[in-house]
């Protein structure tokens, strides 16, 4: 199957600082890719749809403005944790679309600890 | 709104000991229902697509099947290293993200 990437994968951070983590589709190019979130035990929970050279699509009750999301080539997208707090403690993992195959791979995630 | 669930929670077996767990679903229009396998601390790994009622597909000792409204995943003389947790999730026929049920962790013993 592809390969999708991860950036960093763990990050531990102070509140109030922002943190960027990176999603790259390694082998395939992906016109969209998703950003999830899952909390200890818990399944997946989609946070945005981003499109290559569009705006990211949030998901209700998902801010926009404190979860940035870019999605600037077909291989790259990323998602900014703005002025993170110690809720937004969470693991974050992505997924790349391949169309051709209409299969979804998934990062290897980001385990994200807000002090 | 697109609904999963999956039962059961949780499923402990021997090894050797084949059981099957299933995923019960609502969606407008079915696109695809997929099967992920989860480790701790890992992303999903892609396992099956299925697309249409009746459909099945194999790999190892995990077979996949789907109804109208429900797919199963069975697994035949599980080892240890199948413990996991199984995601099922669907995609409507009018968009293309997941919605992800809540999972079956496995464990199975030696």
């Known amino acids: 199957g592809a390969v999708v990437s991860q950036h960093p994968s763990w990050v531990i951070c102070k509140s109030g600082t922002s943190v960027k983590i990176e999603c790259r589709s390694l082998?395939?190019?992906?016109?969209?890719m998703f950003w999830y979130r899952q909390f200890p035990k818990q399944s997946l929970m989609l946070m945005a749809t981003?499109?290559?050279?569009?705006?990211?699509?949030?998901e209700q009750g998902v801010e926009k403005d404190k979860f940035l999301i870019n999605h600037a080539s077909l291989t790259l997208s990323t998602l900014t944790v703005t002025s993170a707090h110690p809720e937004d403690s969470s693991f974050y993992i992505c997924?790349?679309?391949?169309?051709?195959?209409?299969?979804?791979?998934f990062g290897p995630g980001t385990r994200l600890t807000v002090l | 709104e697109d609904q999963v669930t999956q039962s059961p929670e949780a499923l402990r077996l021997q090894e050797g000991e084949s059981s099957s767990l299933n995923c019960s679903y609502t969606?407008?229009?079915?696109?695809?229902l997929f099967w992920y396998r989860q480790d701790p601390g890992k992303g999903p790994e892609f396992l099956f697509t299925?697309?249409?009622a009746g459909e099945e597909k194999e790999k190892e000792r995990l077979k996949a099947t789907l109804t109208k409204k429900e797919s199963f995943l069975h697994i035949t003389a599980p080892k240890p290293e199948d413990s996991a947790t199984y995601l099922c999730?669907?995609?409507?026929?009018?968009?293309?993200?997941?919605?992800f049920g809540a999972g079956t962790t496995v464990t199975v013993r030696a």
């Open positions: 997924s790349a679309d391949d169309r051709g195959q209409n299969e979804q791979f």
């Open positions: 082998d395939f190019q992906a016109t969209t």
């Open positions: 981003s499109n290559e050279g569009s705006k990211a699509t949030y």
């Open positions: 969606v407008s229009g079915l696109r695809g």
């Open positions: 299925l697309y249409s």
């Open positions: 999730a669907v995609q409507a026929s009018n968009d293309y993200k997941l919605s």
